[in-house]
């Protein structure tokens, strides 16, 4: 919105010229996501407290968790309110993916806000799952198939460290698409259990991924580093921005102890707009490498379940998702979250090395 006003006035005004830099906008809409969060954090905690917003805590998980009961939940809609003000105050609103990115952020904010009131309001059962997850794919699906339309989005598939393995896959797109997207939904959903689990892996991944959409919306910087370019995704750096600094300001207060949890309200909206930047940004497939705690978290559980099905009710780990594995097996909860960190860094940091191991 600034861009809109301020930049054509850089004819008379020639310092206005620095609104036309993707790098000032995103660093202010990073500051601006921070500065609500961190202006606004107490009153809505207050807030939520004050409608007795609690969070609900399952009985048979780790015992110390009941210590966490009467913590407000839902603070996922701080971390939506301050991204969707400031991409909207700093992004380029001429360019179709920013309110791709938008769409599904609020979109899959919706459904988790759905389903956390329904906890709320019925004990610890929220929306039935295939209900759930039927609209998580219809909102993917959705996008999919909208951008499979677009004739400048490419259905190729971007494979690391093979840069000229780029494998059209037609209508196939659309299913991976879709399936990236609802997959980092709710895997950020499954992570969403300790304090500041979730939302710090997050923010790292969209750092990283602030990055790649800068790179791919600059042909002499995407050409030079032979990754895929995508006309006005560099716009994204804005909106992950955004998200970082969201991301920070809400770990604020989410840290241990959590004076706030977000909720599936926050944890489905972040894992969904993380899905569809990478894929907008073309690279699907290293999701799997930025995102490598969330996709660790998943598997555990699908592992732990399926597992238990066919041995007759014997299990992997003491517990699935696999942190509270190491709750149980002694951690502090404190350990446990620190520790998944370095390694969302680690991974961060060998995915952005593959920009030249090509």
Known sequence: MVYHFLYPLSDVYSWL????YITFRTIYATITALAICFVLGPWVIGRLRSLSIDQPIRSDGPNSHLLKEGTPTMGGILVIFSVVVSTLIWARLDVNYIWIMLMVTVGFGLVGFCDDYRKLSNGSRGIPGKI?????VVIALFISIV??????????LTVPFFKTLLPDLGWGYVILSTFIIVGAANAVNLTDGLDGLAISPATMCFATY?????FAGNIKLSGYLQIPYVAGVGELSVFCGAMVGAGIGF???NTYPAQIFMGDVGSLSLGGALGTVAILTKQEVLLAIVGGVF???TVSVIFQVGWFKVSNGNRIFRMA?????????GWAEPKV???FWIISVILALIAISTLKLR
Request: no cysteine; aromatic share 20%; net charge neutral.
């Open 210 to 214: 602030l990055l790649f959409a800068y």
């Open 147 to 156: 951008l499979y339309l677009n004739p400048d989005f490419s259905s190729n």
């Open 251 to 253: 770990l604020w207060y």
């Open 337 to 339: 979250i620190v520790r």
């Open 295 to 297: 996709v660790v978290e």
């Open 321 to 329: 998702p696999i942190h509270h594995h190491f709750e149980l097996k």
């Open 132 to 136: 759930r997850l039927s609209a998580e």
């Open 17 to 20: 010229n620095v609104f036309r």
